[in-house]
């Protein structure tokens, strides 16, 4: 069984997919965003099954290459990008996978914004002072009538209803955190190279804007960028300064595109009313690290921070990429696809 797979991400993601593959299938990997159209096209000759990762046009000129062709496997969740009526003509079945690390990486976006909204880490310090500080009457046996609602006096605590929540970088986990936004009651802004199709915005219930309009727009900007040669250090001094004052950053895209001296010192200064980050220019973490400083320094700095920990999930990595070739197990043991689209 020959796979041609089509992967946008660096060597070592690639060296993960490769090393999951089953031991009787051979596996050509490609960058996509890399590969000329003529080396795919070349590639597909011999492929059984084309795994395509994430977004990247499977058209019917493509198609037309693939004389062996009975799969496409996106992985991923979104398939707009491929031609399904050509797929039908020639035999090609089209399935797609979600992948479980994105919707890990979306699940703790939502406990990053929560995080800093709620003010969990500022709060934590209101725990550890004396009772005596807030209430002259000291603790009381709390039931039914007898409370302390609120004892400290609170008055920055919000909520995402009503936000709006503007995502820089919308691929797989954008859009897995744009579908569990949909229900919050916030607005969805986002931004990518390609804009979607008007029907996948749609669905996903979120508006395209460019990124300076994106970071002006937004109560919570949630940078989900990879990084690039043009995305290092994107968002800078200057770039968080068009952001609303009070307003929140989530970091959670590549660490090395987000200055964070500069968003430590817009959080000193006030003029965001917090951030939360999970990935760094350098990891581990170094501890004369800008934000790790301002949060020792500085009880009431709402920061959040995590240790890179976004994608982990119950399946592991190695079950994770291996799933990836489910189906091509399946096919080569003639069993129903799961996923399947056509």
Not at 140 to 168: C, P
């Amino acid at each position: 069984m020959n796979v041609l797979y089509l992967c946008p991400l660096g060597k070592q993601h690639q060296a993960w997919r490769l090393q999951a593959a089953p031991a009787d299938v051979r596996v050509v990997m490609l960058r996509s965003s890399e590969a000329p159209r003529e080396r795919v096209q070349q590639h597909l000759r011999d492929a059984d099954v084309l795994i395509t990762e994430r977004s990247g046009a499977v058209d019917r000129a493509l198609l037309e290459h693939a004389p062996r062709l009975k799969l496409v496997q996106r992985i991923g969740s979104l398939y707009h990008d491929i031609d399904l009526d050509a797929a039908r003509e020639r035999g090609v079945a089209v399935c797609v996978r979600p992948i479980i690390g994105t919707i890990a990486v979306a699940e703790h976006v939502l406990l990053q914004i929560l995080a800093v909204l709620r003010r969990a880490m500022p709060l934590q310090h209101v725990l550890r002072t004396s009772p005596e500080a807030f209430l002259h009457t000291g603790p009381r046996r709390t039931d039914e009538d007898v409370f302390a609602f609120n004892w400290s006096n609170q008055t920055r605590i919000a909520l995402i209803y009503g936000k709006t929540i503007g995502i820089l970088g919308f691929g797989e986990i954008g859009v897995e955190l744009a579908r569990r936004l949909q229900p919050m009651g916030c607005r969805v802004l986002y931004h990518k190279r390609h804009r979607l199709p008007s029907a996948v915005e749609k669905a996903l219930g979120a508006e395209y804007r460019d990124a300076e309009a994106l970071l002006r727009e937004s109560d919570i900007v949630v940078c989900l960028l990879p990084y690039s040669t043009e995305t290092d250090q994107w968002l800078n001094a200057e770039r968080l300064a068009l952001m609303k004052r009070g307003a929140w950053l989530i970091e959670a895209g590549s660490g090395s595109v987000v200055d964070e001296r500069a968003v430590a010192e817009a959080v000193r200064s006030g003029h965001l009313a917090g951030a939360a980050f999970d990935t760094y220019e350098w990891e581990p973490i170094p501890q004369d690290n800008p934000l790790l400083a301002l949060a020792d320094q500085d009880p009431e700095a709402n920061l959040f921070l995590t240790p890179h920990i976004g994608s982990c999930n119950d399946a592991g990595p190695a079950n994770e990429f291996a799933a990836f070739y489910e189906n091509v197990i399946r096919l080569q043991r003639g069993k129903p696809l799961v996923g399947r689209i056509t």
